[in-house]
């Protein structure tokens, strides 16, 4: 099955500065790649997705970037803001089977 | 449109008791998904159901756990009898894909169910 791997499991910014997670991948039938923004006491809420024709997606402040042949995707968050602080988690989607596997998430930090 | 709707939100009980949570789905959405997360993990898959048949139940501990979608829209999830390392948020997440649909279809998450289990 899919293992996805996430880094770093934590992450402190100071307000307005980027953040960066990096995630890879094992299955090379995975062909979509959501991520996913986790409130304290709350479910995840897909913030920005992309799909393996694609190499970059931007999002007004966010942006996803896929590298197919390391299978490797990141997400970057410019002029972080407080709101910001929360657990996010990298998702790949393998073609073959569907199924959604989770990396072990990143906690932000946006430092006032 | 209203987001996937769970209750009960928490729910603390004694090991070897039974608990059960319930999941309305997403109007429409035919695939509904039961995880499991453990803290400070990611999200697992239990069970996925399109509309009320079983898709995939291969991570589901069978000798404890138990899932249901009657009529193809809310689902039940039951848990007899607890134990400690049950612990965890339950998650459903519903999406509307059909058979053969596409792999990028969206699921969108509920608040999820936090168990305690003492």
């Known amino acids: 099955g899919e293992n996805v791997e996430q880094h770093p499991s934590t992450l402190s910014v100071q307000e307005g500065d980027s953040a960066v997670i990096k995630c890879t991948y094992s299955d090379s039938a995975s062909n979509y790649f959501p991520w996913y923004k986790q409130e304290l006491g709350k479910g995840p809420q897909l913030i920005i997705d992309?799909?393996?024709?694609?190499g970059e997606k931007k999002d007004q402040r966010i942006a996803v970037t896929l590298n197919k042949t390391a299978k490797h995707f990141s997400l970057h968050i410019t002029e972080t803001q407080p709101e910001d602080s929360a657990v996010y988690f990298c998702?790949?989607?393998?073609?073959?089977?569907?199924?959604?596997?989770f990396g072990a998430g990143t906690t932000v930090t946006v430092r006032a | 449109e209203a987001g996937v709707a769970q209750s009960p939100r928490y729910k603390i009980i004694e090991k070897r008791q039974s608990v059960a949570f319930w999941c309305n789905p997403i109007s429409g959405h035919a695939t509904l998904y039961w995880y499991q997360q453990i803290l400070g993990q990611g999200p697992k898959l239990l069970i996925q159901f399109q509309n009320n048949g079983v898709v995939d139940d291969s991570q589901l501990p069978k000798d404890r756990f138990s899932a249901e979608r009657l009529k193809g829209v809310d689902s039940t999830l039951k848990i007899q009898p607890a134990k400690l390392e049950d612990s965890a948020v339950y998650l459903c997440?519903?999406?509307?894909?059909?058979?053969?649909?596409?792999?990028?279809?969206?699921?969108?998450f509920g608040p999820g169910t936090r168990l305690t289990v003492l």
């Open positions: 992309i799909r393996s024709n694609v």
């Open positions: 998702a790949a989607v393998s073609g073959a089977d569907y199924k959604l596997s």
């Open positions: 997440a519903s999406s509307r894909r059909l058979a053969g649909g596409d792999s990028t279809d969206t699921q969108y």
